[in-house]
């Protein structure tokens, strides 16, 4: 669904990308006033804006933030390769030099700002990556260009044949089956050179991925483009993620039982540098980021930054209440089966962003730590979610055993997998907090 966009001159393009078109022909952008970075204070003036050598002129005045509910273009920066350790120090110490020229703010602004800094100055240096356009187009190795030379020959002499006299055909029909077998034989070559070929991408696919490829593999088909309205997809979106009686008291529930007190309390401490470089150096520098488009390689390849989006993190721990910014995601559609279209047939995979996932690590990782501590969880029973416990070998490791027992004593055996379905909307969210506040109150 295409939507309009309007300029700043009057004119109404059908798209963002004819009014980026029309702005570039007619150079109309829109002047914005440079403003005092440090409010009023008397004597203090703004940086002229002027060419050095070397050096572009830029404006250390942050934009105020866009709408976080407004659906924003992503800008695919081209980032480096994690050895090129220069252009990483390098881009840690100037994006760190212009944030530390802006004036102090709260802790959402700076974190707006920190964001906003990174992508642009990143996609200025770095560049951004290239739409891909589909497959690259073939072209023929010396043995294909054979094959295409003696097709053409062929052809040429099928011709010739036709119209040769009866004492020329002879030579011909020979010359004919000469060229045949040359042809069959480099069509041989050809086909086992490309079947190696194609092994040996499959060989390292699935080194690289063995459950992937596997899935890919034997699974189903999925594919498909989403035609659903925006209205459709709201609607999905509260019916399966929103519990409209979340407000509602439940009332008394006898199944729910108190725990014992804890030995050891939650540690409400702020967060330390060391927990959040263990988050970092364990998050997956591939992992897609969400609407700050800051990904984890920027944190992993700049000391600097982390450790000023340290100090944003424990500002907001102190204050208890979250970014304005982490309370939104952007949403990816999957389908689920061969040619979806509606959403029901779309699984819904939701891209925080990165900064909040951090915070949010630290407060799961204590949590758990305080369940395991104080014995909350079973861990002969609760596998998922526990750290070190490889869950899922355990689990079939002992259905597979029962499994053989209950085939060499030629028993009966049920086996029984459950699977809920949208389990976190089915689940009334004020039960969840009251199991939460009993656990504090223990």
């Given amino acids: 669904m295409t939507t309009s966009a309007q300029c700043f001159c009057g004119k109404v393009c059908k798209n963002p990308r004819g009014l980026k078109i ?14 005092q970075r440090s409010g009023n204070t ?78 642009s100055l990143a996609a200025e240096r770095f560049g951004l990556e290239e739409k891909r356009t589909g497959n690259l187009p073939y072209t023929m190795n010396n043995r294909s260009k054979k094959i295409h030379q003696l097709r053409q020959e062929l052809k040429s002499l099928r011709r010739r044949f036709k119209e040769a006299r009866e004492e020329e055909t002879g030579p011909l029909a020979e010359l004919r089956n000469i060229l045949r077998k040359k042809l069959m034989t480099l069509r041989r070559a050809e086909w086992h050179r490309r079947r190696r070929k194609e092994r040996a991408r499959k060989r390292a696919a699935f080194i690289a991925n063995p459950f992937g490829f596997t899935k890919q593999l034997l699974g189903k088909k999925r594919n498909g483009q989403l035609t659903s309205s925006k209205a459709e997809i709201d609607h999905h979106l509260r019916d399966t993620s929103c519990d409209r009686s979340r407000e509602q008291d439940l009332g008394h529930c006898q199944h729910l039982i108190y725990p014992p007190a804890p030995t050891l309390n939650f540690d409400g401490k702020e967060p330390s540098w060391k927990e959040i470089q263990e988050v970092i150096k364990k998050a997956r520098s591939s992992s897609a980021p969400g609407p700050s488009q800051v990904p984890y390689r920027v944190y992993k390849n700049c ?20 970014a304005q910014q982490w309370r939104f995601a952007e949403g990816v559609w999957i389908p689920k089966e061969e040619e979806s279209k509606t959403i029901d047939q779309f699984r819904t995979i939701l891209l925080l962003s990165v900064e909040g996932k ?4 630290i407060v799961a990782r204590r949590l758990t730590d305080y369940l395991l501590r104080n014995s909350y969880i079973d861990t002969s029973v609760q596998k998922g979610g526990i750290p070190k416990v490889p869950g899922c070998l355990e689990h079939t490791g002992v259905v597979t055993q029962l499994i053989r027992e209950a085939r060499e004593n030629k028993g009966d055996l049920v086996v029984l997998w459950l699977d809920l379905t949208n389990a ?8 969840v907090e009251e199991a939460l506040r009993r656990l504090a109150q223990a």
Wanted: hydrophobic share 35%; proline share 6%; net charge positive.
């Fill in 22 to 35: 029309h702005q570039a022909k007619m150079r109309c952008v829109r002047t914005v006033p440079v403003a």
């Fill in 42 to 119: 008397p004597g203090e003036t703004q940086e002229e804006l002027g060419p050095e050598t070397n050096h572009s002129a830029q404006n250390l005045q942050v934009t105020q933030a866009l709408n976080p509910c407004r659906t924003s273009e992503h800008r695919r920066v081209k980032w480096p390769q994690a050895y090129k350790e220069k252009e990483w120090l390098q881009f840690d110490e100037d994006a760190d030099n212009i944030l530390e020229a802006i004036a102090k703010c709260d802790a959402d602004q700076r974190l707006q700002n920190m964001t906003t800094i990174i992508i």
């Fill in 303 to 322: 000391p600097k930054l982390l450790y000023r989006l340290w100090k944003i993190l424990k500002v907001i721990w102190r204050r208890g209440k979250f």
């Fill in 358 to 361: 951090i915070f949010f690590s």
């Fill in 424 to 431: 976190y909307g089915s689940i009334p969210h004020k039960l």
